[in-house]
Each structure stands twice: as C-alpha cells, then as structure tokens.
C-alpha cells in the first residue's frame, strides 16, 4: 500500500486541486460504497489533492478488512478505489485440549470465531490465550501449532494444543508463620502440598492450577481471619518450577500480627418491625470470642435476611470496626441500611419447555403485589426443585425501578418419564409378562400417571393410575 500512495505523492504533488466528479468502489464485500465513502473522507464536488488521497487510503484501510487499498486516477474527475479484501474464516477448529466440550469452552474466549476476518495478528493473539490457559492449569512447555486450509474464499484454522508436562506442588513454604499450623494454612487452597491419598489416581491435589494461584493468597489470609488475625498479611505467591523434574516449590511470606478477640457488638438500625435486641441475641460472633471472619460474614448474611423478610430486597449491611490493639480487642457494628421496601411487579418464568406456566406459579410463593420476602423467595426455589421436574431452578429479582422489581424464574426440565419391563416363568402360571410406563409431570400438566400391564398364560391384568397433587391449584391432592 505504503509503494502506491508514495506513487500518487509524487505525481499528484505536482498537480494542484482538482474537482472530484465520481467515486467508485472495486472489490468491496464487508462495507457497502455508502459506508466506505463515509469513512474516505471524500465526497462528489470536493476539491482534493495527493495528500487528501493518501489520507483517505490511510482511513479506508485502518477498518481491518483489508490486506491492500489503493487508488488509481482516471479522466474526467473520476476515483475508482480498489480493494483486496481478507479472507474471513470459516471455522475454528481446536484439537487436543480435552474433550469437545472443554475445546468449545475454550473457543469461546480467545478472541476467534467463525466470521471473523483472517489476520495473522489476531491468529497469533488467540494462539498466546490458549497457550496462556493451558499453562495455567499446570502445564509447563505447552506448544500449539497453527494450520489453516483454503476453503472457497475463506480459511479454516485448526489449533493443535500439545500439553506441556504436568507442574507438580512438592513444597509450600509460609515463612513467618508461627501462630498457626500449615494443615491450617492450607486447608481451603488449591495448590498445597501432597497429601497422604495423593498417590491415588483422581484423589491427589498436588498438581499445580497456576490461575488459582493469586487466590491462594486470599484464601491463606482467610485462614488467619478465621483466627482472629485481623491484620495479618499474606504475600503474591513465588512458584519455582525445577524444569528436570517439573516440580514446584511455592513461597508465601506472611506477617501474621496479633490475635483479636471480639468485644462490643452492636447494630445501629432504624427498619420498622425489627428488634435491636432480638436480632443482637442471634448473632454467632459475640462478645469475647476470637474473631472470626466467616461467622461474621454469615451474620451479615443473617440479617440481610431478616430485612429482607419485611420487603427490602436490596438492604446493605456493613460492618464497621474499631480495634484496641493493647487490649487486643475489635468491637463491631452492623450498619443497616434498608433502601426502598419493594412489590413484585411481575413473575416472569422460561425454560419450560414441557412444563405449563401455571404448574410452575403454584410452587411460586410470590405473586405480583405482594411484597418481596427473601426467606419466600428461597422456599419457592426449594418448592420448584423438589417437585422433580427440573434439573435446575433459579430465581432472580430483576430490579425495575426503586420500588419494583420482577422476578426471572429460569428451569430447566428434567426427565420425568420412565418405562421398566420384566418377565418370569412359575409351574402355575406359566410365562409371566408385565411392562409399566409412568410420568410424574405428564403432558407438562404436573398430573402423576401410570400404565401398568400384567400378563401370564393363565391371567391378564392391566391399571391405569393418576394422580393430581394439586387440584384446582389448592394445597390438595
């Protein structure tokens, strides 16, 4: 591109302004001539010179779609750009990896898809994240090799993974750590020295997750939060891989700090209906306890549950501290803050497929009007996964405005069917037969039906079964 603009430069430099009459377009595909005049920067009428010329080239070609602009000159006013245009690609194809599953997974975040133009630097790009992912997971080495093939106007590209050797976790090192034991430190990591069943295969945990490294640090803090260890500090981790043997030391330095026990505990709210003293009664953490930061956070969660029971499904609690660090003690409040109390504007149910509408808003115990209530919001998720028609339920308040919300109700059907058959043979009845077909959400209508049949060489039987567990709606069967 950079030969043919010089060109223009040079000839055109010599010639003053001249009057653009036409503009043409040769081998546009991605951009219609509307929009790539838009982008050129020139229009019918204007007065244009080389430098304008090489500037619009410059713009066209900045979209991407290009491997080559140029422009040629012809009499009469006329501008005809022409175009060679990418390929784009037409599928994606990654081998190697896991299973067809895993690769799709993985497919979905490196940046490529079917459509896309092919470029070599975006090749290259999604090449890096996939060898970044599998390095993450512990594998040291890994190469992955690029193929493309010609298919009509388009390119399909394969990514071949070879895995690297798999980073084993032979030794963790918490340097300043005193107070507790490294079982301690380690129990809720991912990456952690072998244990006593590490030998066995699917059991072990030695293999390095490299992703879940920086979160190591963050769970090994934890531990000292569990403790009391308010202040404690735990360093990035240091991984030294020995590339011989592929096994990992991990260093952490850690400054624990002093050990805190609770001392005063209060809540400081104003939400109509709630009891002050009530609500401190149920607390887990109380007063001359170690510190423990998931009970704390489980009593946060407590009463945002009990707040949300009386309609204000967004309230906030936050906890403020005030340490005393010559007597090692840390006093809390609870900062409730309950925003808008809010109605249910409306129930909104998808992914049942089979399943009627009505079937699923009888396990709802919210209904539009009503005010929201978390601890009704949980039963009715409880209620729709017990009937055994979904293999999943969720429940999401979906905020409309401060004082509305609906509620997105997403199942997905289960298989509620089944079909079972046997036979036998007795000196008195000889040949024995029975088959039984049942559906304990049939027809989508949340009915409970069976057929069964019985058949020997001396009787027939057959009995057809069912069952409503919720007649008209009601709580009866």
């Known amino acids: 591109m950079k030969k043919i603009v010089l060109l223009w430069v040079v000839a055109g430099s010599l010639l003053p302004a001249e009057k653009v009459k036409q503009i043409k377009f040769d081998g546009l595909l991605h951009l219609s001539p509307s929009v790539a005049k838009e ?113 009509n106007d388009s390119y399909a590209v394969t990514f071949d993974v070879n895995k690297g050797e798999k980073i084993k976790i032979k030794k963790t090192n918490f340097v300043g750590a005193k107070e507790l034991k490294k079982s301690e430190i380690e129990n809720d990591m991912v990456n952690k020295e072998p244990g006593m069943w590490d030998w066995v295969p699917f059991l072990g945990e030695s293999d390095a997750n490299v992703e879940q490294l920086p979160y190591d640090s963050m769970r090994a803090r934890e531990a000292y939060m569990k403790k009391g260890y308010i202040d404690a500090k735990v360093s990035k981790p240091l991984m030294r891989v020995d590339t011989a043997s592929y096994n990992a030391e991990v260093d952490y330095m850690i400054k624990e700090g002093k050990q ?40 946060m969660k407590k009463l945002k549950e009990k707040v949300g029971n009386l309609g204000y499904a967004y309230a906030k609690v936050n906890p403020n501290f005030h340490k005393d660090d010559e007597k090692g003690l840390v006093d809390l409040q609870y900062q409730i803050t309950p925003g808008k109390k809010v109605k249910i504007n409306d129930v909104l149910i998808s992914g049942n497929d089979v399943t009627k509408d009505r079937v699923v808003r009888r396990y709802i115990y919210l209904a539009p009007g009503d005010t929201y209530s978390y601890t009704d919001l949980k039963d009715s998720k409880s209620a729709l996964g017990r009937t055994g028609f979904f293999e999943k339920v969720d429940i999401v308040p979906e905020r409309i405005s401060e004082e509305k919300v609906n509620l997105l109700v997403k199942v997905k059907e289960a298989q509620t069917g089944s079909i079972s058959a046997g036979g036998g043979y007795g000196s008195y009845q000889g040949v024995m037969v029975n088959a039984s077909v049942s559906n304990k959400n049939l027809f989508g209508t949340g009915l409970n039906g069976s057929l069964g049949i019985d058949w020997s060489q001396i009787s027939r039987s057959a009995n057809i079964s069912i069952t409503n567990p919720r007649v008209w709606d009601s709580e009866y069967s």
């Open 260 to 299: 805190f026990r609770v001392g005063k505990v209060t809540i400081s709210q104003s939400v109509p209906g709630l009891n002050t003293a009530e609500l401190t009664s149920e607390l887990k953490l109380r007063k001359g306890k170690v510190f423990n930061i998931k009970r704390m956070r489980l009593d």
């Open 39 to 151: 982008v050129a920067g020139i229009r019918e009428g204007d007065s244009v010179d080389a430098e304008q010329i090489d500037e619009s080239v410059k713009n066209l070609y900045s979209q991407g779609y290009f491997k080559d602009v140029w422009v040629e000159k012809k009499g009469n006013g006329l501008i005809v750009y022409h175009f060679d245009e990418k390929p784009a690609i037409s599928k994606v194809t990654i081998k190697g990896y896991g299973s067809a599953e895993d690769g799709e997974k993985l497919k979905k975040s490196i940046g490529l898809k079917k459509g896309d133009l092919y470029d070599e630097r975006r090749i290259e790009k999604a090449k890096q994240a996939i060898i970044s992912k599998v390095e993450s997971e512990g594998y040291y080495d890994t190469v992955v090799e690029v193929s493309k093939k010609r298919v």
